[in-house]
């Protein structure tokens, strides 16, 4: 029981993580119909200047944690931001009227140009920073075994959870919620009734980006270890969790991470760790086989 305890933690934080780039996935395909195949490579990028600010900060003798976490996210918000809005601006701005195939092979070459600009600027080695807090909060003890809630797992609840919640508020209740919402119904409407389309979608790539690079900094918090590589196989899953949720739907795509997280430590923990992955892909073929639209999404209506 508390080793199921245990995982149940481990997995709502790796789900956690990837709710969070699979928003960026399910907006950007809700506005303009496309997957951002580049989106894990921002995700990628995040990580990487949470850890140059780190290192930063340690260079200028800055200790208080919660002032090298304040520096973290907002240097990896600010920056991978940037990112998002080149992306679309170079990447799907100029295809946006070709054909499908075209946006979506710029989105695949931006994705390895963004992969080997990380190799060449940050080098091909590991990259790794000491825990920024150690120890946590003991849920349940017996036998020797300690059922632990982490502070850097408890720092990624947390901060998943006050952005989600300050997330649904804009798109909700602010003017640019309903500016989006209204591309996404009709984007030819929207320009008519005075919306800047093009504003709009910028914003949202920026959008997207940010929650990503604040996955990537959790990732770092978390975990301690990262790569020029890391992007790649959590953009997959994450799309695997924007799909599962309902791609379109922003809750479906947290609820797929943490269903996904869930999966991949309850089968790690319990069947063969080395196959999590392949665990992860069968739930996607098995949900494009049997219910294409996902736990929360709607089937597109064609209008006439």
């Avoid at 679309?88 to 070709?98: D, K, M, S, T």
């Avoid at 479906?252 to 196959?275: N, R």
């Avoid at 929360?296 to 209506?301: C, Q, T």
């Amino acid at each position: 029981m508390g080793y199921a305890l245990q995982q149940l933690i481990n997995g709502l934080t790796l789900g956690a993580m990837y709710g969070l780039i699979a928003i960026g996935y399910t907006m950007v395909y809700g506005i303009i119909g496309m997957i951002n195949f580049a989106h894990g490579e921002i995700y990628m990028i995040g990580a990487f200047l949470s850890v140059l600010t780190y290192v930063l900060c340690a260079a200028l003798g800055i200790g208080p944690t919660p002032l090298v976490l304040l520096a973290m996210l907002f240097v990896s918000v600010a920056f991978t931001a940037l990112y998002g809005w080149a992306v679309e601006r170079l990447a799907y701005r100029p295809l946006r009227g070709a054909p499908r195939l075209a946006p979506l092979i710029s989105a695949i070459g931006m994705s390895i140009f963004l992969q080997n600009y990380v190799q060449l600027t940050q080098g091909a080695r590991i990259k790794s920073v000491p825990p920024l807090w150690q120890g946590g909060v003991t849920l349940w003890s017996a036998d020797d075994f300690h059922v632990t809630f982490g502070w850097a797992q408890l720092t990624v609840i947390v901060v998943t959870l006050v952005v989600m919640t300050g997330f649904a508020w804009m798109i909700t209740r602010t003017s640019f919620g309903r500016q989006q919402r209204a591309c996404e119904q009709d984007p030819k409407m929207a320009a008519l009734l005075g919306i800047d389309v093009d504003r709009t979608i910028s914003l949202t790539f920026i959008l997207g980006a940010a929650l990503a690079a604040v996955a990537g900094m959790m990732a770092v918090l978390q975990y301690g270890v990262i790569d020029f590589t890391i992007g790649f196989i959590a953009g997959i899953k994450a799309f695997t969790a924007a799909v599962l949720g309902g791609i379109g739907s922003i809750p479906g795509a947290m609820l797929g991470g943490l269903l996904i997280g869930l999966v991949e430590a309850f089968w790690s923990a319990y069947l063969w760790p080395e196959y999590k992955d392949v665990a992860t892909f069968s739930i996607l073929v098995l949900v494009l086989l049997f219910r294409p639209t996902g736990l929360l999404g709607k089937p597109d209506v064609e209008k006439v």
